[in-house]
């Protein structure tokens, strides 16, 4: 079965300062991983995806993340945050076999200015 | 280009009722997700469909949860009878292609209330 872990549901970072949310997953088979975006009272929206290409995947608004097998983690980063990065944000796993997408649990970023 | 549409974006209900809630792909989309939203359990799929065939609906919770797609432009989630514990968000999504490595395009949700 796959699953991912998204460590710390809340997170608070200071305008300007670096972004890092956590995330690890775990799959039998070599994952498709993404993440996602949430801004109040909407849908969610795709920051960037990994499938198997670089490892290093750049998204928008100045996000990116690099795919760790050795480690199995997936992690989010943005080198200076800004006040509309807060959101919620969450990681997601696919198996390859499947069109299921499997999201943690939500990290809760907020920037304080 | 007209994103994923939803409606109603929120519904106040009481328990028993029928609550039925709709969604619109974005054109050319050819597999259609619905899921649920709480603070509870997070998100979670309920069922998903490829070119308007329900594909997997072992997130469906129970039987009171009915969903169907009867063609490509149009899909309907139904709860009969509805129950406070069903108050969530309820999002659809569209994506072009089954597979995996597809983006999911994700609707506005519609925010259902059981009282």
């Known amino acids: 079965a796959q699953s991912v872990t998204q460590l710390g549901s809340h997170v608070s970072v200071s305008e300007g300062a670096l972004v890092l949310l956590r995330c690890n997953y775990s799959s039998s088979v070599p994952p498709y991983l993404f993440w996602y975006v949430q801004y109040p009272n909407q849908g969610l929206q795709l920051l960037l995806k990994y499938t198997s290409a670089a490892t290093l995947v750049k998204g928008i608004n100045g996000f990116e993340a690099e795919f760790k097998k050795s480690e199995t983690s997936f992690h989010l980063t943005k080198p200076s945050a800004h006040m509309r990065d807060a959101a919620e944000y969450f990681c997601?796993?696919?198996?390859?076999?499947?069109?299921?997408?499997?999201f943690g649990t939500g990290t809760l970023l907020a920037v304080q200015p | 280009d007209a994103g994923v549409i939803q409606s109603p974006r929120h519904e106040v209900t009481e328990m028993g009722q029928e609550v039925t809630l709709r969604c619109k792909p974005i054109?050319?989309?050819?597999?259609l997700f619905w899921y649920r939203q709480t603070m509870m359990r997070g998100l979670e799929l309920l069922i998903y469909?490829?070119?308007?065939?329900?594909?997997?609906d072992s997130g469906m919770p129970e039987d009171r949860f009915s969903a169907k797609m009867p063609n490509a432009s149009f899909s309907t989630l139904k709860i009969q009878p509805s129950e406070p514990r069903d108050s969530a968000v309820y999002f659809c999504a569209s994506s072009l292609t089954s597979g995996p490595y597809n983006e999911q395009f994700f609707g506005p949700g519609t925010r259902l209330t059981v009282l």
């Open positions: 054109s050319g989309h050819n597999s």
């Open positions: 469909f490829n070119n308007n065939v329900p594909i997997d």
């Open positions: 997601a796993v696919n198996a390859r076999a499947t069109n299921k997408l499997i």
